[in-house]
């Protein structure tokens, strides 16, 4: 079975301290991968797509890079405000257009 | 512009009853998909829509749970007597022709009692 895997589950960094979450998936044949945020009480907000190893795209104080067979989502110098629930989503080849997401990393900042 | 929009926003029903979410996808946007999201759980694919194609209905949990798209924009999900299980956040998302990403609205936290 297709799977997503993030790690850590949750995350406590303290502000101005970087960090990086985890993404695996299984399976070859991946379409695209799809970094998502998602504050408490509302849906996904779109960050990031990346579809080829070696990829890299930058928002603000985030980044996101793609191997084979994982991404990192890199958080620089974080605020208080960049806490949320990080979503890692994955479409595959042979998937149709459905996502397959993973269970998130609780990202956690403190000031 | 305006984004995906759903209502009800919330939703507590009684086991046994029918419920009906509604979905507004962003304008342009041909492409309408389902997702439901559980308590403790990560997104779990429902039902996609792709134009005047036939939809994949291939991650509806039982046959009680049916939707609709009508004129291409405006989708219903249905969920006939409602068990206690289906307690979750219905979430919608489209796309636009020829992109893979997809935008969410802010979801239906639906309560069966």
């Known amino acids: 079975e297709d799977q997503v895997t993030q790690s850590p589950e949750a995350l406590r960094l303290q502000e101005g301290e970087s960090s990086s979450l985890n993404c695996s998936y299984t399976?070859?044949?991946?379409?695209?991968l799809f970094w998502y945020r998602q504050d408490p009480g509302k849906g996904p907000e779109f960050l990031f797509t990346l579809y080829s190893a070696g990829e890299e795209k930058e928002k603000e104080r985030l980044k996101a890079t793609l191997t084979k067979k994982e991404s990192f989502l890199h958080i620089t110098a974080p605020k208080p405000e960049d806490s949320a629930t990080y979503l890692c989503a994955v479409k595959w080849e042979t998937s149709g257009s459905r996502l397959t997401f993973g269970e998130g990393t609780q990202l956690t900042v403190n000031p | 512009g305006a984004g995906v929009s759903q209502s009800p926003s919330n939703k507590v029903t009684e086991k046994g009853k029918d419920v009906e979410l509604r979905c507004d996808p962003i304008s342009g946007h041909t492409a309408l998909y389902w997702y439901r999201q559980s308590l403790g759980q990560g997104l779990e694919f429902l039902i996609y829509f792709q134009g005047n194609s036939a939809p994949d209905k291939s991650g509806l949990p039982s046959d009680r749970f049916s939707a609709e798209r009508t004129g291409g924009s405006v989708s219903t999900l249905t969920i006939q007597r409602t068990q206690q299980e289906d307690s979750a956040v219905y979430l919608c998302a489209s796309s636009p022709p020829g992109l893979e990403t997809q935008y969410f609205g802010p979801g239906t936290r639906l309560l069966v009692l």
């Open positions: 399976v070859s044949g991946l379409r695209g």
